[in-house]
């Protein structure tokens, strides 16, 4: 899977808690994303980073946040909870997105249930 | 809004028919389309990319077009096998973010 992790792969929390799901590479990829998936929605982008400390929002950044304090990290946080937020959650990298020989990698996912 | 709609939502069809997924985009000032496959409980595969200058790509049994001007992509597989089984998606690229269609199931009978 392109050298990308995710963790953790399935995670359980109640409404109201705060949440981290973290993003790892080694690919030394410039570009890295956050999607979540939802049943007839596709994939929608909810924060991208284009380097070190530097993000940018997606279509559903409400009630995300992210930081990217090394190249190999992007991590993206869920400060307070909500049943809303349910998803399957995907990292995505990219050395640039505009080079036909570098497409967009996914990890495995990250599976969040908010009770 | 940009909106990438894909058609048919699920498809199944006998091993060895070939088949067309189709894609089509709301905005066509892309940088690029790529489909891409996804199993049950992984993520996503790239397959192909086609940059907006392009017209095609090809990668074994798999061809995708482009066609900017009317908004729309197709993804054509030759003669299908059941390992062929996934949700395939496309997306289109505009500026630094990717847009993603909600995907086509296909299902491969053996």
């Known amino acids: 899977d392109a050298g990308i992790t995710q963790s953790p792969r399935h995670k359980v929390t109640e409404t109201g808690t705060p949440v981290t799901l973290r993003c790892h590479q080694t690919?030394?990829?410039?570009?890295m994303y956050w999607y979540r998936q939802d049943p007839g929605h596709g994939l929608r982008l909810i924060h991208y980073?284009?380097?070190?400390?530097?993000?940018d929002k997606g279509e559903v950044s409400d009630g995300y946040s992210v930081s990217r304090s090394k190249t190999e990290d992007f991590l993206l946080t869920l400060e307070s909870a909500t049943s809303s937020q349910t998803s399957v959650y995907f990292c995505?990298?990219?050395?640039?997105?505009?080079?036909?020989?570098?497409?967009?990698?996914f990890g495995n996912g990250t599976r969040l249930t908010v009770t | 809004k940009q909106e990438v709609t894909q058609i048919p939502a699920a498809l199944s069809v006998p091993e060895g028919e070939n088949l067309v997924l189709n894609c089509s985009f709301t905005?066509?000032?892309?940088?690029?389309l790529q489909w891409f496959r996804q199993d049950p409980g992984k993520g996503l595969t790239s397959l192909l990319l086609?940059?907006?200058?392009?017209r095609e790509q090809t990668s074994g049994r798999l061809n995708a077009s482009l066609d900017k001007s009317s908004g729309r992509s197709t993804l054509y597989i030759a003669a299908s096998q059941p390992g062929d089984s996934a949700t395939y998606l496309c997306?289109?690229?505009?500026?630094?973010?990717?847009?993603f269609g909600a995907g086509t199931i296909l299902r491969v009978k053996s």
């Open positions: 995505a990298i990219s050395a640039s997105l505009r080079d036909n020989n570098s497409p967009l990698h």
């Open positions: 690919e030394n990829h410039r570009y």
């Open positions: 980073s284009y380097g070190v400390k530097d993000t």
């Open positions: 905005d066509s000032a892309i940088y690029n």
């Open positions: 086609i940059q907006s200058s392009q």
């Open positions: 997306a289109v690229e505009y500026g630094n973010k990717l847009v």
